[in-house]
């Protein structure tokens, strides 16, 4: 073999070897770096998306920061030791835990990473897409060969018997070729070969050729143009578009979400603490009630029913204790953590509760819903991508037309003792047209009126989804109203309750009041104290609710939200 022609498919080789040596290191770069240029060009189109997104989860899960619980709760019974030590997880905390550890978030994360890669991909194919092989064989054949020995001299002869000859020799092949879908629907594809055979027994020739050529298809009815080449890539950018879109609603729905979570589990616990309190007091009113019956100034009827009181008061303070601590297990469960982690909630952030009404009525709240809800963005984007695929249908009716042309040059055939370049004076080229009529277009008949059908369909949806909008957020506006209120009846409520139950001891401590008459100030006090709580917790959440479906609850990137006192439409 030449030096020129070791030289050329020496290079192919090592330019494959190279490809394949690159580590799987390089490749996850590779992949982050494309994924992240996705990133940079759409997320400044959606609000709540601005940043750098990144998949990593480089923080190690680490509570150490985190206040520890010093005074236990007694409300918790025996339960109470348990919580010494545990890290105290205020709702900021919470929120910033779940964002970086929580496995949902995670995976979301991970999906939209992938659609981006996705996209990235689609962008490819429409880049010059290169590829190379190269081949090399080690051929032994063996061939018939007919002699005859002289009796004189014992030399062979050339007619006569039959022998075999072995024929050894080394064969090479290697390519490099590129090709390039443009815009205008053409596809071009270049290419470079280069052939090597050499004899390693009898004649010691080398023979080499190599080739150099290109193809063009141009579409110029059926699939030509801007628009149906580039289809598949339009729609690939709106599609990624739509899932940043549903992504940043995510965002909003998981804070609310771990709120909702989160206030549940204090709500969980003040029905603990006011269950506990209740039967404190009923302990008391049973020793009261115990001293009194001792000196025959009450009834053991009156005793007996304190008692059962007493002891139903203990059962609902159990079922609330065990209440609590299932929740608290399934809200771990949500920020990524392991039960097993000992944790509890800042009792502050349920203290800190008040009712922030906003100052807005439901039909300027339907208003900005439609102006923002990114939902609404996507069908209605979606819609015009069903009215852009009727033009593309339309196109698939037509006759299909192609202009291909060809044209390539060789090398000199024949023996060689040296690398032979593709010779200019040895050149092909060919050019035609490619016709199909269109007599059989079933098929695309039914994909154009389908596409009719579709966009119609979209546009009811977009009306129906514009309607649940609608409804959603007045139906949101309401609760919000309904949960203001009920918060308002709970506190007063409450107020009567605590002077009705000093109203009975009072009279018990005179020996006026009767059983049943404490038993049923105690329990109304308990209930509506949890009445308030929940009044409390269920408004902040439909605040939360309503800010988030009217789309203008804003999220950062701990999960923390901005909070709103009032919106008006433009």
């Known amino acids: 073999m030449t030096i020129v022609g070791r030289k050329i498919l020496g290079a192919l080789g090592l330019a494959g070897l190279a490809v394949a040596g690159c580590s799987t290191a390089h490749y996850k770069e590779s992949a982050d770096r494309a994924a992240a240029r996705v990133f940079a060009q759409k997320t400044s189109m959606v609000p709540n998306m601005a940043g750098r997104f990144s998949i990593e ?16 709760d007694e409300s918790l019974g025996p339960d109470a030791a ?13 929120l910033d835990l779940a964002v970086k550890h929580g496995r949902t978030y995670q995976n979301s994360k991970e999906q939209l990473y992938l659609d981006a890669l996705a996209l990235a991909l689609t962008r490819h194919r429409f880049t010059p897409i290169f590829s190379g092989n190269a081949r090399t064989d080690y051929q032994v054949t ?3 060969v007919t002699v005859t020995v002289d009796a004189l001299t014992g030399q062979p002869e050339t007619v006569g018997g039959i022998a075999l000859r072995e024929e050894q020799r080394v064969a090479s092949q290697g390519s490099l070729g590129a090709s390039l879908l443009a815009r205008t629907g053409a596809r071009i594809a270049t290419s470079f070969t280069t052939d ?25 009815w059926r699939g030509a143009g801007y628009k149906a080449t580039m ?4 729609q690939a950018e709106r599609t990624f578009l739509y899932k940043l879109r549903d992504f940043s609603r995510f965002k909003r729905d998981f804070t609310v979400q771990i709120a909702t979570a989160y206030y549940g589990v204090l709500q969980n616990r003040d029905a603990v603490r006011n269950s506990w309190r209740g039967l404190q007091n009923f302990r008391r009113n049973v020793e009261r009630e ?95 991508d069903t009215r852009r ?16 042309a060809s044209a390539g040059i060789n090398s000199a055939s024949g023996t060689s003792t040296g690398f032979q370049p593709p010779d200019p004076n040895r050149y092909h080229w060919s050019a035609g047209l490619n016709l199909d009529l269109p007599f059989e277009r079933t098929a695309e008949r039914n994909n154009y009126r389908a596409a009719l059908i579709l966009y119609e369909q979209s546009i009811r949806q977009l009306s129906q989804k514009e309607d649940e909008v609608k409804l959603q957020v007045r139906n949101d506006w309401r609760g919000l109203d309904q949960a203001r209120r009920n918060y308002e009846s709970a506190k007063l409520g409450v107020e009567l309750s605590l002077r009705r139950v000093e109203e009975q001891e009072l009279r018990a401590q005179i020996g006026r009041g009767t059983a049943r008459d404490q038993v049923d100030a105690q329990n109304d006090l308990i209930t509506q104290k949890n009445q308030l709580t929940q009044a409390l917790v269920a408004h902040t959440i439909a605040r939360l609710q309503f800010w988030n479906d009217m789309g203008i609850l804003y999220i950062k990137d701990n999960g923390q939200w901005e909070e709103l006192k009032d919106a008006k439409p433009n």
């Open 57 to 72: 989860q480089t923080n190690q899960l680490s509570l150490d920061a985190l206040p520890l619980v010093s005074a236990p």
């Open 82 to 94: 348990a919580e010494r030590g545990a890290r105290v997880i205020s709702l900021e905390a919470a």
């Open 142 to 144: 063996t061939e018939a």
């Open 196 to 220: 090597f055979l050499r004899y390693l027994s009898g004649d010691p020739r080398a023979v080499t050729s190599s080739q150099l050529g290109a193809t063009l298809t141009q579409p110029l």
């Open 231 to 234: 289809e598949n890539l339009t």
């Open 290 to 384: 115990k001293a009194l019956a001792d000196e025959g100034r009450k009834t053991q009827e009156s005793l007996s029913l304190l008692k059962q009181s007493e002891l139903s008061t203990e059962t609902a303070w159990i079922n609330a204790a065990r209440a609590y601590k299932q929740a608290l297990d399934q809200f771990k469960i949500q920020l990524g953590l392991s039960t097993d982690v000992h944790i509890v909630l800042d009792d502050r952030e349920l203290a800190q509760l008040q009712i922030v009404h906003p100052d807005l009525s439901a039909e300027d709240a339907q208003l900005v819903a439609l102006a923002t809800r990114l939902d609404l963005y996507n069908f209605r984007d979606q819609t015009n």
């Open 389 to 404: 695929r009727i033009e593309l249908a339309a196109n698939g009716l037509k006759p299909q037309v192609d202009l291909v």
